[in-house]
């Protein structure tokens, strides 16, 4: 039997095919996404279908399910005939920082944070649609359901059915949804967009099947599972329990765990999102990750291969060079108008072997607290695995050990979300009690010299208290 995952993130679709007796990929495909933090989800949709055409004649058999993971939070608002009303804002616009302000100053944090499993930031769709209602009222009249990034993908691929659905992993990153119960908090999103009460998508277990694909030539008939977050597919992708603690390094950087029962942070540093297996996923997010290390590569002149050879070139610490990567503003720490600040800069130090370093530290520095974070809500790290675009970087996984003060498992290079999404599918195809185990193979680089690494967060939590006093 053949299943479909789609990993429809932020710079890409990526479409695996895999044998779900093994879990053996049999054929990929990829197609970009347009840039930018506000995007037309129509996009995903073509770029899906692209990946999906692409895939498809390249499957030994007939595919018997598919399942969509998708970036996190973004809110496509589309109206009664189910067109979006705008470009749908993503997790990385951070224009909805005030909403997130009013809406924490009007609840209370701490009220929020057990309510809705999070503290909101910009990212999360409450902030955005409370945005969308005072800044675009006519638009928000418009609003008939807001979907998530996956969803809408979903809902395409079954040929936009009235009922539209979502899972609690995805739903859990809105802030209009409980991860305690597993249901939606409707009055909060009515609330933020000023009275409005939209339709919500039907949130259904981790199992079930949402739907048949209706109008996708090869595909037609078969099961769409539920669907989920990016963050939640790498989880099930990897197969990760208790006691291990993923980071990604995609576009965004990603810390997360699974756990038993949900987590709360009032800090807001944690998330406290449900995972797509029926347990919780306390995550930390940057939004500075694998384009801290493009932008500088450019910057230097040459592309990633030169920037790790020059960062690998650098001793621990980068002669003193320190890197705050806040590039895209941030949101952990919840800097939304931040910029990037280079610290320590002296004659004898200002070097591109310095610079490519400070990069890799610079952005690692704010997964190391990530994790560290986690530790604070319960979550051990016993072992850490390393996805996402960047974990192929050989300088992140030289220097990301010792950074992050444990050993760093580097599984094989694949689409983990995508292979996620796909194992999805196939517990929905096979009805199982749980997901099906795949084999996962890793490389091990052990943290040689973690004092070094204290040292450089040390220093980085210096230059941080320098420019924002904390
Ligand atoms: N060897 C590498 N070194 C550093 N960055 C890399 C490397 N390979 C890919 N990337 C970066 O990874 C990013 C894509 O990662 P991915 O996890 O697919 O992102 P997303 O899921 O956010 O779309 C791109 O910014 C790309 O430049
Ligand atoms: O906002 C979050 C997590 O809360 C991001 O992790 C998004 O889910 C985007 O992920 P990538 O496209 O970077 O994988």
Avoid at 177 to 195: H, I, K, Q, V
Avoid at 215 to 235: F, H, P, S
Avoid at 348 to 369: F, I
Avoid at 402 to 422: C, H, I, K, N, R
Wanted: negative net charge; hydrophobic residues 40%.
């Amino acid at each position: 039997m053949f299943v479909l995952g789609i990993d429809s993130s932020t710079q890409s679709t990526k479409v695996l095919a895999v044998d779900a007796e093994t879990g053996k990929v049999v054929a990929h495909g990829k197609a970009a996404h347009p840039e930018g933090t506000e995007v037309d989800p129509w996009a995903w949709w073509h770029a899906g279908q692209t990946a999906i055409a692409d895939v498809l004649p390249r499957v030994p058999g007939p595919v018997e399910a598919v399942a969509v993971a998708g970036q996190q939070h973004g809110m496509v608002a589309v109206d009664g005939a189910g067109d979006p009303v705008r470009d749908a804002l993503l997790w990385n616009d951070t224009r909805s920082a005030q909403q997130a302000e009013a809406l924490t100053d009007h609840h209370g944090a701490a009220t929020l944070a057990h309510r809705t499993g999070a503290v909101p930031v910009a990212s999360f769709t409450l902030s955005k649609v409370a945005w969308l209602a005072e800044n675009e009222p006519r638009n928000a009249d418009r609003v008939d359901r807001v979907l998530l990034p996956h969803d809408w993908v979903s809902w395409q691929l079954a040929g936009r059915p009235d009922r539209a659905w979502t899972d609690r992993g995805d739903a859990s990153g809105t802030g209009y949804f409980s991860p305690t119960s597993g249901t939606w908090l409707p009055e909060l999103l009515a609330e933020a967009m000023g009275g409005r009460q939209p339709r919500l998508p039907d949130v259904v277990g981790p199992a079930e099947t949402g739907d048949r694909v209706s109008g996708v030539d090869g595909l037609d008939g078969a099961r769409i599972a539920a669907g989920t977050g990016d963050n939640m597919a790498g989880a099930l992708g990897l197969g990760i329990q208790p006691g291990d603690v993923v980071v990604s390094l995609g576009t965004s950087g990603t810390a997360f765990a699974v756990t038993e029962d949900p987590c709360f942070d009032e800090t807001g540093t944690v998330a406290g999102f449900c995972d797509a297996t029926g347990r919780h996923l306390p995550l930390v997010c940057t939004l500075n990750a694998a384009q801290v290390l493009g932008a500088t590569a450019h910057l230097l002149g040459t592309d990633l291969a030169g920037l790790d050879e020059l960062a690998l070139q650098a001793q621990p610490g980068a002669g003193g060079l320190t890197l705050l990567p806040y590039l895209e503003g941030e949101r952990t720490p919840n800097l939304p108008d931040a910029a990037g600040t280079l610290f320590g800069m002296r004659g004898a130090n200002m070097t591109p072997q310095n610079l490519a370093r400070a990069a890799v530290e610079g952005m690692l520095c704010g997964l190391a607290d990530g994790i560290e974070a986690l530790r604070g809500v319960g979550a051990e790290s016993r072992r850490v695995l390393l996805i996402g675009g960047a974990a192929q970087s050989k300088a992140v996984q030289a220097i990301a050990p010792s950074l992050l003060g444990v050993d760093v498992e580097v599984p094989d290079p694949a689409e983990y979300v995508a292979l996620g999404a796909a194992k999805q599918a196939a517990w929905a195809a096979a009805g199982t009690a749980t997901p099906p185990e795949w084999p996962l193979h890793c490389t091990r680089h052990e943290a040689t010299h973690p004092e070094r690494g204290d040292e450089i967060r040390h220093t980085y939590h210096q230059a941080r208290h320098r420019m924002y006093g904390f």
